[in-house]
Every structure is written in structure tokens, then in C-alpha cells.
């Protein structure tokens, strides 16, 4: 592994010269913490953006059974564990479990895990992913020659549940089979577990079969979809220029044959994994599905021997708008669709302060004294009341393209301020915290969200062990870029202990 010492020139490229573009406002506290914090970074290629993300885990064993792009990857959670130096059978946790890669490299590696997430995807797949060793591989086999025959009947003309953002995302015949299937399955007699992974073997399928594919912040659509041919048509009736003819992919899959694919892919993992099982205990998975926010503070003190996680990054990502097509299928309605999106972590312009509801949850368990200091702490972080000062002066010079990135960035970091504290209060002495985030930049200001997370992590008790910087920087977006220029942004991988 190549390791950057903190005197190498190449190191200046990872600093922020100038965190306000055109000196418009103050920089002063930002740049103090990079002078204070750049001495415990590490710029290494042990860690790159593929590991990082999802990518890795497109070829994983059992992990690649739910697509989940803002994940991180198995081959991560792996080589923070053998640094971490924990003891077997201790519990790690991840606050925020998403499609449960950590949990399943802990199984693998003889950890308890516990972890949360709200939405209804990462329930599933993690119950799923969960019973691996447990299956019936001839149950499976049975299941897959079964489905292989079906055809859905002449005159059927079920449909599968959408939202509105949803409608018509599927060609007519994918639509049917795919509600045709869920019913069959219901009404088979194959076990509870065995359904739930056929479930989640469509679930895996949803985007490739539609029309849309997952564009960061929201679902982008092929000008093949019925509904943006007749919004064209639309636009020329009005004399509107039409919307560009892109195309998601270039074949729309079948499904039985993308859902074949998946099933095969599941049950050759399932085969190897059986296969090579070689410990007396299977380590426990408790996921519980709420929000970090009011499961965290009712756990035990000292309890949790280390932390990995990715929080959704302050990046305007909206996973009720992305992961539509498959929490509609689970049932999700428009209304319960915006009740998730404000139950998420701030990281969208729709976001509300959470603070009043935070306080009544605190005082409802006699814990308002640990909300009053949670809320001060985040009072007193001077880089983080410098940086909402700048993007309130950038409002009124009409800087930002939403309004809400305020309130957004404010909430997110408020929020991430109570989920520190209290992992400091549940975590043993001596227990390590990973936090994988992404440095944003929103009306040509840069915000260090590694830094001021470390800054509030200290705050609250932890000691910095080590800031790993990936060598590879991101960029900004191309308004920004065209109207600031460019400042290439750290994507770290946070390190502290108690």
C-alpha cells in the first residue's frame, strides 16, 4: 500500500486554498480546521472510489442481491475490521445499514452486527440475506423450474403498484407479468423464506425491465417510455422544445429472464456460501427498522465495540425519489413515500428541522439534559455556524439554485451531531468509529463535512485516530464549475476512538 507523508508537496492538492469563491465570504474557522486536521490525514490508494461504493459489490458474493449504489463495499467493511483488531463475537454496528453489507462481513467474520434503516428495501433484503446458510437449495431449484413455465393468462390485467413518479415506468406486458408473478407467489406453497427471495430476486430487477434508471437525485426516463412520448407530444402542440431522446439502456430487459438471471445468481451464492460454512456459532443480525435518531438513544452505555457506516451524503440525494419503483412495489403509497423522505437523514431540500420532534422523543425518555448539550455543541462549532453564515449570505447575493440547501446542510449536521453523541455513549472504551462521507460544495462554498464531523466527534468525546483521504477527488457540479471554477473534493474516510 502506497501511504502520502503529510510533508509530500502532492498533499497541497487535498487542502482548500480558498473555501469561499472570490473571497465572497469568510473562510477563517474552515481553514482553521483544515490546519488543525490535515495532520492526522492519510492519502492512500488502500482505499479507492469503487471500494468505497457499490461497485465492488456488483460481483460479490450475496451482496449483489439488492443493487444499492450509495452502499459501500464488502471488501471496505473487511479491511476496516482487521484493522479495527476487535475481539470475536463483539458487536459492531451500523447506524445507517442500507442493503447490510456490514452486517453480512461481520457474520462472515464471526461478529455480531446491529444496525437501522427505515426503508422497507433494506428489511427485506437483509432478512433475506440474512437466512443464507439456512436455505433449501432444492426448495429454490423447485421454485426456479416453476417459475420458468409460467405465462400469465390471456385477459389478465393486473398491474404493479406505483406512485406517481412511477406511472408507466414499465412496458404494458412487464407490468402485467410482474403483477401476475406476485400473486402467483403469494399463493404458492413454497416456505415464508423462500418467497421473500424470489420478492427481492424482482426487486433486483425492477429498473433494468422499466423505463427509468437511477440518477442520482432523482429517476431519469428513456424517451421511449409512452409517458415522455406524449409529453413531447405535448411540448411540440405548444411550440416547447422537446425533451433529448435518451436512452436509459439499450434494450428494455425481459423480465422472466433478467429475474432467471437473478435467482441463478442467488442460488450459486447460496451453494458456496453453504459450502464453505465452517463456525459452531452463527453471528446474530439485529436490524431494526426505524430511524437512527430514536433507536440510538435507547441503548445501553457501553455496549457496541465498533462502528462502520456511510450516512447518506450532504449531497441533495433524495433514495424515496431513486429507490421509487421498488418501494412502490412493496406498497409504499405517495403519502408514505413523503413521510420516509422526511424521516431520512437531512439530505434533501425537502428536508424539515427534526430538532422540536428530537426534543419531545429526549424528554419522553428523561433524557432532556443530554438534548440541551447535544444542541449547544452544535451551537459552539464555529465552522460549522461559518459555514450556514456563508450560504445565507450567498442566498441573498442569489447564489444558490434551491433555497432549501440551508436548511438541509443546518439539519444534517444537526442530526449527525446527536447520532455522534450517542455513539460515544454506547460504544466501549476503546471501541473505533469509521464514518465514510463525501466534501460538498454548494454557491461556491465548500464544506468540509470531514472535518467539522470531526470537529463535533471530538466534541462530544471521541479522540481522532486517523483521516484516510482518497486519492481520488471529486469534482463539482458543471454550474458551479462554469460560475466558480473548480475545486476538487476529499472523499475520507473518518476515523476516531473512545
Not at 171 to 179: A, G, H, I, Y
Not at 182 to 206: A, C, G, M, R, Y
Not at 294 to 318: F, K
Request: hydrophobic content about 35%; some cysteine.
Amino acid at each position: 500500500m502506497e501511504q502520502i507523508t503529510f510533508l509530500n508537496q502532492d498533499n497541497l492538492k487535498y487542502t482548500v486554498e480558498n473555501f469561499s469563491a472570490d473571497n465572497f465570504c469568510t473562510d477563517i474557522r474552515r481553514k482553521e480546521l483544515e490546519s488543525l486536521y490535515f495532520n492526522y490525514v492519510e492519502i492512500t490508494d488502500k482505499f479507492n472510489r469503487q471500494i468505497v461504493s457499490f461497485q465492488k459489490n456488483k460481483k460479490n458474493v450475496v451482496h449483489r442481491w439488492l443493487k444499492y449504489k450509495e452502499g459501500f463495499s464488502a471488501e471496505l467493511v473487511e479491511s476496516l475490521l482487521k484493522e479495527m483488531k476487535i475481539d470475536e463475537n463483539s458487536t459492531i454496528m451500523d447506524p445507517f445499514i442500507g442493503s447490510g453489507t456490514t452486517a453480512l462481513v461481520c457474520r462472515m467474520m464471526n461478529y455480531d452486527c446491529i444496525g437501522f434503516d427505515i426503508l422497507p428495501t433494506s428489511k427485506l433484503a437483509i432478512e433475506v440475506k440474512a437466512n443464507i446458510l439456512n436455505y433449501n437449495i432444492e426448495e429454490i431449484k423447485k421454485l426456479k423450474e416453476e417459475f420458468e413455465s409460467i405465462e400469465v393468462p390471456s385477459g389478465y390485467d393486473g398491474f404493479v403498484p406505483y406512485v406517481s413518479i412511477t406511472k408507466g415506468a414499465y412496458p404494458v406486458d412487464t407490468d402485467k407479468f410482474l403483477s401476475y408473478i406476485t400473486k402467483w407467489i403469494q399463493e404458492t406453497n413454497f416456505s415464508e423464506p423462500v418467497k421473500k427471495l424470489f420478492i427481492l430476486s424482482i426487486i433486483n430487477s425492477l429498473e433494468e425491465t422499466s423505463y427509468t434508471i437511477k440518477s442520482g437525485q432523482y429517476l431519469s426516463w428513456d424517451y421511449r417510455a409512452p409517458k415522455i412520448i406524449d409529453i413531447n407530444r405535448q411540448r411540440r402542440e405548444n411550440g416547447q422544445k422537446e425533451l433529448p431522446q435518451k436512452k436509459v439502456r439499450e434494450y428494455i430487459k425481459e423480465p422472466k429472464e433478467t429475474i432467471v438471471l437473478e435467482l441463478e445468481k442467488m442460488l450459486s451464492d447460496i451453494e458456496s456460501l453453504q459450502g464453505e460454512k465452517n463456525s459452531e456459532r452463527e453471528s446474530l443480525i439485529d436490524f431494526r427498522q426505524n430511524s437512527v435518531l430514536y433507536e440510538l438513544p435507547l441503548l445501553e452505555d457501553n455496549s457496541i465495540a465498533g462502528v462502520i457506516t456511510s450516512p447518506p451524503y450532504c449531497n441533495r440525494y433524495d433514495y424515496t425519489r431513486t429507490y421509487a419503483l421498488e418501494l412502490a412495489y412493496l406498497g409504499i403509497n405517495d403519502d408514505e413515500l413523503k413521510k420516509l423522505r422526511q424521516s431520512l437523514l437531512s439530505c434533501t431540500v425537502e428536508s424539515k428541522s427534526k430538532e422540536t420532534e428530537l426534543k419531545k422523543f429526549y424528554k419522553g425518555i428523561n433524557q432532556e439534559d443530554r438534548y440541551n448539550k447535544i444542541v449547544d455543541i452544535i451551537k459552539d462549532d464555529f465552522a460549522l455556524q461559518e459555514v450556514l453564515s456563508a450560504l445565507n449570505k450567498r442566498k441573498e447575493n442569489g447564489d444558490l439554485n434551491n433555497n432549501g440547501i440551508i436548511r438541509m446542510v443546518e439539519g444534517y449536521f444537526t442530526e449527525l451531531a446527536f447520532i455522534y453523541a450517542e455513539l460515544y455513549r454506547v460504544c466501549k472504551k476503546g471501541a473505533i468509529v469509521a464514518f465514510v462521507n463525501d466534501n460538498v460544495r454548494y454557491g461556491g462554498e465548500v464544506i468540509p463535512v470531514d472535518f467539522i464531523s470531526t470537529s463535533i466527534a471530538e466534541k462530544v468525546g471521541f479522540q481522532i485516530k486517523k483521516i484516510y483521504v482518497l486519492k481520488q477527488q471529486k469534482g463539482n457540479s458543471s454550474q458551479q464549475m462554469a460560475k466558480y471554477g473548480r475545486v476538487p473534493l476529499r472523499k475520507s474516510i473518518t476515523i476516531w476512538y473512545k
